[in-house]
């Protein structure tokens, strides 16, 4: 069960190693002022789809620590009764359990199903994912070079205008040498930024998400083929087996049906123990009509109960809803 954590831990181990990286390149830079002065605005780019890239590397760790933790709890169930006594969680929507499922489905269709083939479509929702985290970190690396070319144009727009002003304007020329300057950050700026996040930072990201989808990959085929192993090969075992499911089932939901009926014999005696009670209480002669006058007072508090809930409902409900109703009356008339 902690091997399911796995790939969380090691996501937030590499997140906090590489904040401590990403502050000790920049403390001493002063890289905050350089973004809020950038015109190119690349860096704030490459800064806002590394941010992106982050979140979704994160949600991807959650995700796949889910599965780990349903593949664990399938392979008890596996271990115990086999294929067919694996349960899917309810209101939990896995890829491991629809891979479960297509594997049913495909035993009880007496064909030997393909786990590599199989894997690999039940799972390419992650590993599609993770190379869009890929391929950002690559973006990311391309964005620092353009970013570098845009940084040196910048500079020799600047040289070209100090260059002209020489001699003749020194407030030109001031302007020039700072727009050559600035070009010069951008250009060491965007490409420090693109090659560390895209090209260190977000790689790692990427490999401790692709290690968890290969673990998990392992984890169901494993389970498939050490302790599923017997029902994939058609024979009278496999049939037993099969059957012995089916009769636990069906003796559970018999066991279900005799609670129900025991239940329902208990209130229906109690019922009638308190129409007797009533009966005794009221005499023998009173006891019709203590009885009717019981039941039409009954009927009046309904009566009563469903107005009221009539009119809350009519309360809570919006404008569009009352009219939706008004039209569904009007159909039904």
Not at 19 to 28: A, G, K
Not at 180 to 197: E, I, P, Q, R
Not at 306 to 318: C, D, I
Request: overall charge neutral; some cysteine; aromatic content about 10%.
């Amino acid at each position: 069960m902690n091997k399911a954590y796995g790939t969380v831990t090691l996501w937030l181990f590499w997140c906090s190693i590489a904040t401590v990286i990403y502050l000790s390149l920049y403390v001493d830079t002063d890289v905050l002022s350089f973004l809020s002065n950038d015109k190119s605005r690349i860096t704030w780019i490459i800064i806002a789809l590394f941010l992106v890239g982050v979140i979704t590397s994160f949600l991807l760790a959650i995700k796949l620590t889910g599965e780990k933790l349903e593949a664990a709890r399938q392979e008890q169930f596996a271990q115990e009764q086999g294929l067919m006594g694996i349960v899917a969680a309810e209101r939990k929507k896995k890829v491991v359990n629809r891979f479960f499922a297509a594997v049913k489905v495909i035993t009880a269709s007496n064909s030997s199903p393909n786990f590599e083939s199989l894997v690999e479509i039940e799972f390419g929702t992650y590993l599609r994912v993770n190379h869009g985290i890929e391929v950002l970190g690559n973006l990311l690396i391309t964005l620092g070079l353009i970013g570098t070319v845009v940084g040196l144009t910048f500079t020799l727009t600047g040289l070209t205008g100090s260059l002209n002003a020489l001699g003749q304007d020194q407030d030109l020329l001031m302007a020039g040498l700072r727009k050559a300057m600035g070009g010069m950050g951008t250009a060491f700026y965007t490409t420090l930024l693109g090659s560390v996040l895209g090209g260190v930072l977000m790689r790692i990201f990427a490999l401790i998400a692709e290690n968890g989808i290969g673990s998990l990959q392992e984890h169901v085929l494993k389970i498939c083929m050490v302790h599923c192993a017997a029902d994939f090969k058609p024979g009278v075992e496999r049939d037993v087996r099969f059957l012995n499911v089916e009769v636990d089932a069906l003796e559970d939901k018999v066991q279900a049906l005799n609670l129900a009926f025991r239940e329902s014999r208990a209130a229906m005696q109690e019922f009638r123990g308190e129409i007797k009670a009533l009966y005794e209480i009221s005499g023998a002669d009173d006891g019709v009509y203590t009885l009717r006058e019981t039941l039409r007072m009954q009927k009046y508090y309904r009566a009563l109960l469903r107005q009221e809930f009539q009119l809350m409902n009519t309360l809570n409900h919006t404008w569009w809803q009352r009219f939706k109703g008004f039209l569904r009356i009007k159909q039904d008339q």
